[in-house]
């Protein structure tokens, strides 16, 4: 059976099935005789997610000059993180208990001067898992995935779990302001730091199974599929981290209808450190580090390090200037916003895990060519824990690849990440223009253009030690560095750019308000949040987390993946202007307190690329870790909203494969997925308690998606998929009762009865 012929839908409901054509076992092509086209699983949404919160806020007036608050509160809450298609076994939930505090202190100086003083402290944790992991292994003890796409994957995420962290995080922040003139001085300085255990060092020990096509599968295992598999030494180590800021602001009041901002602010970032000491670095970047495959591993890596990086950005300065101008003064209610500066972002916290799941701490192996069973004795499952046995061994006496290999030699060389000998803060030069123009005292309406320019942004290139048997794209015919499988190398490289032009809209009602925005916008990056989204497998397609060519990352330059060309909302609340109902007899009844609240949300689709995963596995074998990309022919690339038609065909490309002197000729994102539209609304009825002073009790309706509106996600856009450029799911809404991620089909109209009591 098919997985969108299996959602759970209320009566009435817009289902993908309805409009999809039926693709059967046709579609499926040299099978042996008696292999299905697919599983048959069930859908169950059977995860509620639940929470409740306590928070508390006390106020003192210690003097006429000073103030002091202390807030408290405390979250309790389980998460239903992903339900799994096939078995609640394999579904993942999360404990998330948080607590956090705030105190403040205000003094008052004279008539002019102000010091504000505050101390935060938050714990938070989100543990994700299965719900019982074991059981959940001995049901089926890893994760099997199928790159042609022709069965479910099988044993659901568990390869990504236990993951998430436990973190302790304090902040002391001190604002000074100074009246003087027609300035306003203010001087700050900030400290926060972050103290977590990691428990992302549980991702992989189970292993992720990789079956290239459903005849490997039934053959048991054949070339091209492989295992990912880690041996962490721990599943949670310490971290920690801290950020130094300060500030100097002086807000001018040039004139009566001009006033200037300038800013200078200063970061300093510390370079993250594990309590265990759990990095592992290379002795030299990986371009610059000896190769000699004589040299033992324990020199080639330097195990035990308490910092993760050799050296980072010390002070990163950040200068603003803004400026609010009234051309007319108040007549025609027109102010004129605009300002630049220089931003300053942060390591993703990716690149710390990085270095610290490099060997010895933390072995990764990928292991090709062999049984996809563990109970064949031999098979992929056994050869990635017999290589990680000898690696260790190794390791702790001083051997060589080749000690290793003459003891075991179907020794497969562990993965490792490296880093640039110093690594920048991502830096952000921001600018923006706005127009604002009120019409009375309840309209306004305003139009806001906005762009920056990202450099320095965290790269990881993950195919710096492939090769290629064949020629291929001029990658060497053997691996640079033989002592390591895969090596990733993390750099400052990136660039971004964004320009947006946003026009708002809001009026006020006596008893409600209406906003709407629309913008158009264009958003270009060479990878999308530094590479550092995970990859949910369950989703149509995959974003790409690393450049194409190892050599020339900047090819990879093109639309980012939140790249929304046109993007419109709506918000409104409206309060129902009915005031009173004459029944018979002459009987009044007060009918006040109907409301009405919505929201509408519309946009153009998302990006992607036309992936060419037969070559992509073929090179896996050989240490490539990138994408591969199609050669694009030519034909329409417009974007499509229906699953009723191929968006592409197999025709419009070539397999890279095809032009072995070159990567695939296709920008990164450049075809288009379907647009998207839903609305949401609900109406309500409030209703005063007598003798409860403001008491109110009101009941209400919640209808998600009102017009059972179907939203579609993005074709299939691996070029050997047997359903190639079609659209075979739906997407649910921002909105939903069931959450986000759930698995359960939350893309038809959804209907909610709320009640609520306040008082």
Not at 532 to 545: D, G, K, V, Y
Not at 554 to 577: E, K, Q, T
Not at 673 to 698: M, V
Request: with cysteine; glycine share 8%.
């Amino acid at each position: 059976q098919k997985m969108f012929n299996l959602y759970n839908h209320a009566p009435g409901a817009s289902r993908a099935q309805d409009v999809l054509p039926n693709h059967g076992c046709s579609n499926v092509t040299a099978l042996p005789a008696g292999v299905p086209c697919a599983l048959a699983y069930r859908s169950t949404v059977g995860q509620l997610t639940d929470q409740w919160l306590l928070s508390s806020r006390m106020d003192f007036n210690l003097s006429p000059t000073d103030r002091m608050f202390v807030r408290g509160e405390t979250d309790r809450g389980h998460q239903a993180t992903y339900t799994d298609p096939i078995s609640s076994l394999f579904n993942v939930v999360s404990n998330q208990p948080e607590e956090q505090g705030q105190a403040g202190w205000t003094h008052v100086m004279g008539n002019n001067k102000v010091n504000s003083l505050r101390a935060t402290l938050q714990y938070y944790s989100a543990i994700f898992g299965a719900p019982n992991l074991h059981a959940a292994l001995e049901a089926f003890p890893s994760t099997m995935y199928f790159y042609d796409g022709s069965l479910t994957t099988l044993g659901g995420a568990d390869y990504a779990y236990p993951q998430g962290t436990k973190t302790t995080q304090y902040q002391f922040i001190d604002d000074f302001s100074w009246l003087r003139g027609n300035h306003n001085l203010k001087f700050g300085i900030s400290y926060a730091r972050s103290d977590m255990s990691d428990y992302d060092f549980g991702v992989l020990s189970s292993g992720l199974l990789s079956v290239f096509s459903l005849n490997d599968f039934y053959n048991g295992g054949a070339t091209g599929d492989l295992i990912e598999q880690n041996f962490p030494s721990a599943l949670v180590q310490p971290f920690a981290l801290y950020r130094l800021g300060f500030y100097a602001q002086d807000a001018w009041r040039v004139r009566p209808n001009l006033a200037v901002m300038l800013t200078l602010r200063g970061d300093h970032a510390s370079n993250p450190v594990c309590q265990h000491n759990c990095f592992a670095r290379f002795a030299q970047p990986f371009p610059v580090l000896n190769h000699d495959v004589s040299i033992p591993y324990n020199q080639a890596i330097l195990a035990d390090q308490h910092q993760e990086l050799t050296s980072l950005t010390a002070l990163a300065l950040q200068p603003r200037l803004g400026f609010a101008w009234q051309p007319f003064g108040g007549k025609h209610s027109i102010v004129v916003r605009g300002g630049g500066g220089f931003f300053s972002g942060g390591i993703p916290g990716l690149s710390v895990e990085s270095i610290a799941d490099n060997p010895p701490n933390l072995n990764q192996f990928m292991v090709f060519d062999d049984n996809i069973s563990p109970a064949e004795a031999s098979n992929l499952f056994a050869d990635a824990a017999n290589s990680n046995a000898a690696f260790v061994q190794a390791f702790a006496s001083g051997g060589t690849l080749a000690s290793i290999q003459a003891a075991l030699p179907s020794f497969t060389p562990p993965n490792a990440t490296s880093t640039a000998q110093t690594i920048r803060l991502p830096q952000y030069q921001e600018w923006n223009l706005e127009i604002q123009k009120a019409f009375g005292r309840n309209t306004l309406v305003s139009l806001n253009y906005v762009g920056n320019h990202g450099i320095d942004e965290v790269i990881p290139n993950t195919s710096v030690n492939a090769y290629s048997i064949t020629p291929f794209a001029g990658l060497p015919s053997s691996p640079p560095d033989p002592m390591f499988g895969r090596v990733t190398y993390v750099e400052s490289a990136g660039v971004s750019s964004y320009n947006g032009l946003t026009a708002s809209f809001r009026h006020s009602f006596p008893n409600g308000m209406v906003e709407a925005n629309y913008t158009y916008g264009h958003a270009l990056d060479i990878l999308s949040n530094g590479g550092t989204m995970i990859p949910f497998i369950f989703a149509t397609n995959e974003s790409i987390l690393s450049p194409q060519d190892p050599y020339n990352i900047r090819d990879n330059y093109g639309n980012a993946d939140y790249d929304v060309r046109h993007d419109f909302n709506l918000s409104y609340v409206l309060g129902l202007p009915i005031r009173r109902l004459m029944f018979g007899h002459g009987r009044h009844v007060l009918v006040n307190g109907w409301q009405i609240s919505g929201t509408l949300f519309a946009h153009s689709g998302f990006p992607y690329t036309v992936q060419d995963a037969q070559a992509e596995s073929t090179l896996q074998a050989e240490n490539f870790g990138g994408p591969l990309f199609a050669t694009f022919l030519g034909g329409p690339t417009v974007s499509c909203n229906s699953p009723t038609h191929p968006c592409l065909t197999a025709a419009q490309f070539q397999p890279s494969t095809n032009f072995p002197t070159h990567f695939g000729i296709q920008g990164r994102n450049t075809f288009r997925g379907p647009g998207y539209f839903d609305t949401d609304f609900a109406i309500t009825k409030a209703t005063s308690l007598p003798g409860w002073e403001s008491a109110k009790l009101a009941l209400g309706l919640q209808f998600f998606n009102v017009l059972n509106h179907p939203n579609f996600d993005q074709p299939i856009a691996n070029l050997f998929s047997t359903q190639f450029g079609r659209i075979i799911n739906t997407v649910s809404g921002p909105t939903s009762i069931f959450g986000s991620g759930l698995g359960a089909d939350a893309s038809p109209r959804l209907i909610q009865a709320h009640v609520q009591l306040t008082f």
